[in-house]
């Protein structure tokens, strides 16, 4: 072998060292953080009291997690410390950038250069959970969200948030933005404690904007007693977020919990951590909570009341249509209907009204991917609804559910701006002419 092929064999090696040098560098100086986040499963929860900060129950609380929209918390806080400080008043006019318009869902659908007063951006990021809206305050008190974050970081850590981070306004994924039930515990009590006259703001049931009617994402508040706020939080990598705050016999307790699997799961667990505060219990020495229907109706949020009279407006003007409908079959075969195998799975949820099978269609298979567990085994059945004038509205329905199932599908769905309609096995008796699509 000469000396240049020699040369050159050694360059190769040398090169092949230094990369993998490099890589176990790298490795080793990865945060910690993503390696524990890589790990994670299960909950992270805490129960502490509002007026003492004594902590009451915790499991977890200081995993490192993702805070999803948690994050608007931060962002809230800064927005109301500049309504303090008089930098802004609710009707102050903020001008949404280009940046903030093409923030994804969830989002009032702020347009570029468009003015959005104060007031509608707290609502907007309280109830939507409205990410366009968090960019529009963050860029107002930031100049850019980048900054802000660096700004809602330090008052983070001037909190006593030491293991919080954040890089966005929103909580849209970030891998770097995280934080620890127990950080999110202490944003929570000085939201209370530092703005009484704000927090208010998180107990608003719905509010419109721009002709719409929006309802509030923190289903808790409809059927926990004594709840009162504050924030909902989802992205995948996190899991279903809850902090939470009630009031009863004059003791307020606040609670996170981080990871649910569900909204169903985590609303369920919250509960219960609550309850065990208040008792003066330990969580795991009282009994499973269950939603009971004399406290939880079967339709139990105003959301699906929305989706309710969004389907009896399409219905109502699908009926008006003289042509280009088509009409379901009632004789359908047997291989494309999947029953509804006993009462436990004799609940559904519709997610529009169409005048096309088609679109009734594809609106099911759309809403079943974005809720893949819950409703990975639910079929597709398309039920329409004829007029006097031989037209048809086609209601979009996956059936086969459990009553869990279909309240944690529905949530899931209008968290990403879909609507959907909780079915009990009562509304589904006696239902029209059908089509089930496996």
């Known amino acids: 072998m000469g000396t240049k092929h020699v040369r050159s064999l050694l360059v190769l090696l040398i090169a092949l060292l230094t990369a993998t040098a490099w890589a176990s560098h790298a490795d080793a100086a990865r945060p910690k953080r993503h390696r524990l986040l890589e790990n994670l499963r299960g909950y992270s929860t805490i129960v502490m009291d509002a007026s003492s900060g004594a902590v009451l129950s915790e499991d977890n609380a200081d995993a490192e997690r993702y805070p999803a929209s948690l994050t608007k918390m931060m962002t809230l806080y800064l927005v109301f410390d500049a309504l303090h400080s008089g930098k802004l008043t609710l009707d102050t006019k903020l001008t949404t950038s280009a940046h903030a318009a093409e923030q994804s869902p969830t989002k009032l659908g702020l347009r570029p250069g468009e003015q959005v007063a104060v007031r509608d951006v707290v609502l907007?990021?309280?109830?939507?959970?409205?990410?366009?809206?968090?960019?529009?305050?963050?860029?107002?008190?930031?100049?850019?969200?980048?900054?802000?974050?660096?700004?809602?970081?330090?008052?983070?850590?001037?909190?006593?948030?030491?293991?919080?981070?954040?890089h966005n306004a929103s909580g849209l994924p970030d891998p770097l933005q995280t934080t620890t039930a127990r950080d999110i515990a202490r944003l929570s009590r000085a939201l209370i404690r530092d703005y009484p006259q704000y927090y208010t703001y998180f107990s608003t049931p719905e509010f419109t904007f721009a002709g719409q009617r929006i309802t509030n994402h923190n289903h808790l508040m409809s059927w926990y007693e004594g709840a009162d706020g504050?924030?909902?939080?989802?992205?995948?990598?996190?899991?279903?977020?809850?902090?939470?705050?009630?009031?009863?016999?004059?003791?307020?307790?606040?609670?996170?919990?981080?990871?649910?699997?569900?909204?169903?799961?985590?609303?369920?667990?919250?509960?219960?951590?609550?309850?065990?505060?208040?008792?003066?219990?330990?969580?795991?020495?009282?009994?499973?909570?269950?939603?009971?229907?004399a406290t939880v109706p079967a339709q139990p949020t105003k959301a699906t009341a929305r989706a309710a009279k969004i389907a009896q407006a399409q219905a109502r003007k699908t009926k008006r249509r003289s042509v280009g409908v088509e009409t379901a079959v009632a004789a359908t075969p047997a291989s494309f209907t999947r029953p509804v195998r006993d009462t436990d799975h004799g609940w559904a949820i519709q997610v529009g009204a169409?005048?096309?099978?088609?679109?009734?269609?594809?609106?099911?298979?759309?809403?079943?991917?974005?809720?893949?567990?819950?409703?990975?085994?639910?079929?597709?059945?398309?039920?329409?609804?004829?007029?006097?004038?031989?037209?048809?509205?086609?209601?979009?329905?996956?059936?086969?559910?459990?009553?869990?199932?279909?309240?944690?599908?529905?949530?899931?769905?209008?968290?990403?701006?879909?609507?959907?309609?909780?079915?009990?096995?009562?509304?589904?008796?006696?239902?029209?002419?059908?089509?089930?699509?496996?």
């Open 124 to 166: 907007g990021m309280v109830t939507r959970s409205a990410n366009d809206a968090a960019v529009v305050a963050a860029e107002a008190l930031g100049g850019t969200e980048e900054h802000f974050a660096q700004m809602m970081t330090e008052r983070a850590h001037r909190l006593g948030m030491t293991s919080t981070n954040f």
């Open 230 to 293: 504050i924030k909902t939080g989802f992205i995948n990598a996190a899991g279903f977020n809850l902090a939470a705050s009630a009031v009863r016999d004059g003791r307020r307790l606040i609670g996170v919990v981080l990871g649910g699997p569900s909204p169903y799961a985590r609303d369920r667990y919250m509960a219960k951590l609550l309850d065990a505060g208040f008792a003066g219990a330990a969580p795991g020495d009282l009994p499973e909570v269950r939603m009971a229907s």
């Open 354 to 438: 169409f005048g096309r099978i088609d679109g009734a269609r594809k609106a099911a298979e759309a809403a079943a991917e974005l809720a893949p567990v819950q409703l990975t085994e639910a079929g597709i059945e398309i039920s329409s609804l004829k007029s006097h004038k031989r037209s048809a509205v086609h209601r979009a329905r996956l059936m086969g559910l459990t009553e869990a199932q279909a309240h944690d599908a529905c949530q899931i769905l209008v968290h990403k701006d879909k609507d959907c309609l909780v079915l009990s096995p009562a509304d589904l008796r006696g239902r029209s002419t059908r089509l089930a699509i496996n």
